[in-house]
Structure formats: C-alpha cells, structure tokens
C-alpha cells in the first residue's frame, strides 16, 4: 500500500507558473511508476504526464508538451509536476497516481493508488 498527497495548488494568472508537489507514504521503495492527471468541472479525469520508476523515461499529453515537466525524487519519495505557461484551461484539480508496473501509461484504469487531488486555478 501507499498513500499519496499532493500539493502546491492555487490561483495564478494565465501565463504564469506552479509546481505540484506528490509525497508517497507506506511502500515508499521506487517500484511505482508514476502520473499526473487532471479533471475539470463536468469533464472526465485526462491524463497529464507519467514518469518511469528511475526517472528515465517520461510522456506528456499533447496539450501540456513542452508547457509542463514530470520529475522524481526518490530519495524523498516525492513526485512533481512544474507547469510553465499556464492557460485557462488548465484549470482543474490535479492528481498524482502510482502503479506496479515499470510501464509508462495514460490510462487511469492502469494506476493502483491516487491521492485526493489538488485545485489548480488559471484567471485570464
């Protein structure tokens, strides 16, 4: 088992930057892979951007590709997600995701534990 919690959420004007913050707790070694997801108001949960358990390898949604990046701390046991250029429609509450497998993935059916989420909101 292992908990996560992010942070690092807020309002920021369009343009502007954040960084998330995902601390795991429990079975904290690094066999997780690890993601990012969103979901805004009336829509469904989309995939952000995912990262390999060694930090290696990554993949971002094409609509945050070159805007957002995924990286780890292993030795913290913590995951972040720095987002430049923000947009409006990046507004949503964000959420970190593990999963058992070494595999890198965008679906939400593949990730085992999530954390509670955490509202980032972009003004115009």
């Known amino acids: 088992q292992v908990q996560l919690v992010e942070s690092g959420g807020g309002l920021v004007q369009a343009g502007g930057s954040l960084r998330l913050s995902c601390a795991a707790s429990g079975r904290t070694d690094s066999r997780y892979a690890m993601g990012w997801f969103r979901q805004a108001p009336g829509k469904e949960r989309e995939f952000v951007a995912a990262i390999s358990r060694n930090g290696g390898s990554t993949y971002y949604a094409d609509s945050v590709k070159g805007r957002f990046t995924i990286s780890r701390d292993n030795a913290k046991n913590t995951v972040y997600l720095q987002m430049n250029s923000l947009k409006p429609e990046d507004t949503a509450v964000y959420y970190c995701?593990?999963?058992?497998?070494?595999?890198?993935?965008?679906?939400?059916?593949?990730?085992?534990?999530w954390g509670q989420g955490t509202q980032v909101t972009v003004s115009s």
């Open positions: 995701a593990a999963r058992t497998s070494a595999a890198l993935s965008s679906s939400t059916f593949h990730y085992n534990y």
